[in-house]
Nanobody
Framework: VQLQACGGGLVQAGGSLRLSCAASGRTFPATAVGWFRQAPGKQREFVAVVTWDGRSISYADSVKGRFTISRDNGQNTGSLQMSSLKVDDTAVYYC??????????????????WGQGTLVTVSS
């Protein structure tokens, strides 16, 4: 599975942005899709993840109620809708995927596939 994220940009605090993750590979429908972010000088951190069938979702506490993760297996895409953005949300955002496992991955090491990052900058 190959992943490619896009949709980043500059947005004012309080605004919204939608990130997309395009996937190639016939095993994508069986892959959980996650989003991570990495701010300058900080470690890459978990944002959200959705199971292959969309039935189970997990969010980091810092984005609950503001971000929504989704996927479309027919289009081989994943999305992250971000609302009420804060300056602290500024980071490079990465989409990632992991093979079926008992629990959803929330750690970098639990993921098998990574896309390149897309920069999100939130201004005050």
């Amino acid at each position: 599975v190959q992943l490619q994220a896009c949709g980043g940009g500059l947005v004012q605090a309080g605004g919204s942005l939608r990130l997309s993750c395009a996937a190639s590979g016939r095993t994508f429908p069986a892959t959980a899709v996650g989003w991570f972010r990495q701010a300058p000088g900080k470690q890459r951190e978990f944002v959200a993840v959705v199971t292959w069938d969309g039935r189970s979702i997990s969010y980091a506490d810092s984005v609950k109620g503001r971000f929504t993760i989704s996927r479309d297996n027919g289009q081989n895409t994943g999305s992250l809708q971000m609302s009420s953005l804060k300056v602290d949300d500024t980071a490079v955002y990465y989409c990632a995927g992991h093979k079926p496992r008992l629990r959803l991955g929330i750690r970098v090491g639990e993921y098998d596939y990574w896309g390149q990052g897309t920069l999100v900058t939130v201004s005050s």
